[in-house]
């Protein structure tokens, strides 16, 4: 898994010196301006904004030393046209003095609650990590890349998931996207996954292994002691997931789609969708539409690619609100490997959207290799 990570932030550091140089050029300026001006003008005042505009970038330390510079450099004014006696000057300082304290006391509240950001930040990707861990990249004769992109920087988490298990047999993936955003789609998300690790290798086929998931997902929505004033709409709530079974020893693979865009095989420069004659509703609408389930078999041979993918990518949209054409941007390449794929995809996703995506999104690459390989 490659999720988009957020940089590490120290509090520790010194905001960097060519900004630091702004404010004191500012009260340089000032200052001599001030000096040199007619008795009648009166530059004083101006000098505020030097720890205004440091307490922008700046922790509360740094902005009370540049307060007190601008308060000297005040001073000094004061001296050298009349003496600080002067009622102009006196309020000129008392004012300074006020207002430098003020832009001290902002810089320490943004420092704080930059800190707390940067914790939560801190939280959600380890979070992400239990929750919706790092797929093998090698799991029999497969091989396989994803990548997780988060909407928002603040929140490296939501409701697209994806994971893989292996069997006796071969090796069973599934990916999902909750209806919903916030801690209840972490919630279903995680309650997804963990009856798929739990279940995956003792369910004999996959229609048995969806059944189960699906009576999972109900079973909760259904519970009434998750209905509370915050989830009254929890009644709306469903999953869409495909889950693929691949065969070690059969160049096939085996789909169920449960409402969820359909995945995509790469093969020979040309792209197809795995369109299922028969898709079944998402889970957890069982009290809604009846659901019969039942898997699709495709040819899935050696150097072939699946591409799974949530919404998020196909709905991302540009500055002309066109959707992003995975297809298209998938053609050609066929004949790379699933992490070349993906990071490429990432890229391009990225450039569509003009580096801000809407809603969370996921991708999976699968590529059966042989078995000697």
Not at 112 to 128: C, K, N
Not at 296 to 312: K, S
């Amino acid at each position: 898994m490659v999720p988009r990570r957020l940089k590490d932030h120290r509090w520790s550091q010194e905001p960097p010196q060519l900004l630091l140089t702004v404010p004191i050029m500012m009260i340089v300026i000032v200052t001599v301006v001030d000096i040199l001006a007619p008795p009648s003008v009166h530059l004083g005042p101006f000098l505020v904004a030097a720890p205004a505009v440091t307490a922008s970038f700046a922790g509360p330390r740094t902005t009370a030393c540049v307060g007190a510079i601008a308060v000297a450099a005040q001073a000094v004014v004061a001296v050298v046209r009349t003496s600080l006696a002067d009622l102009n000057h006196s309020s000129q300082l008392i004012i300074l003095i006020l207002m430098s304290a003020f832009a001290t006391s902002f810089a320490a509240r943004r420092e704080r609650h930059e800190r707390e950001v940067s914790q939560l930040r801190s939280v959600a990707t380890a979070a992400q990590e239990v929750v919706l861990k790092p797929l093998p990249q090698r799991v029999g004769s497969l091989r396989i890349a994803s990548v997780y992109l988060a909407a928002e920087s603040e929140a490296q988490i939501g409701g697209d998931l994806y994971a893989a298990a292996r069997t006796a047999h071969g090796t069973r993936i599934i990916i999902g996207d909750v209806r919903g955003k916030g801690l209840e789609a972490v919630g279903d998300a995680a309650l997804l996954l963990g009856a798929f690790r739990g279940a995956a290798h003792r369910q004999a086929d996959l229609p048995a292994l969806m059944a189960f998931l699906e009576g999972t997902v109900s079973s909760d929505l259904d519970d009434p002691a998750a209905l509370d004033a915050a989830t009254e709409d929890r009644g709306e709530a469903f999953i869409t997931a495909a889950a693929l079974d691949i065969p070690d020893d059969e160049p096939v693979l085996h789909l169920i789609n449960c409402g969820h865009p359909p995945p995509l095989l790469l093969r020979g420069g040309q792209v197809s969708p795995l369109e299922v004659r028969d898709p079944a509703p998402p889970l957890g609408l069982t009290d809604f539409v009846e659901t019969e389930l039942s898997e699709e078999q495709f040819a899935f041979e050696h150097g072939d690619i699946v591409l799974l993918y949530t919404d998020g990518v196909i709905e991302a949209r540009n500055r002309e609100g066109a959707f992003y054409p995975l297809a298209e941007r998938v053609d050609g390449k066929a004949d790379t490997s699933p992490d070349a794929l993906l990071a490429h995809l990432c890229r391009d996703l990225m450039r569509h959207v003009g580096g801000h995506l809407g809603d969370d999104a996921a991708m999976v690459a699968i590529e059966r290799m042989p078995r000697h390989s």
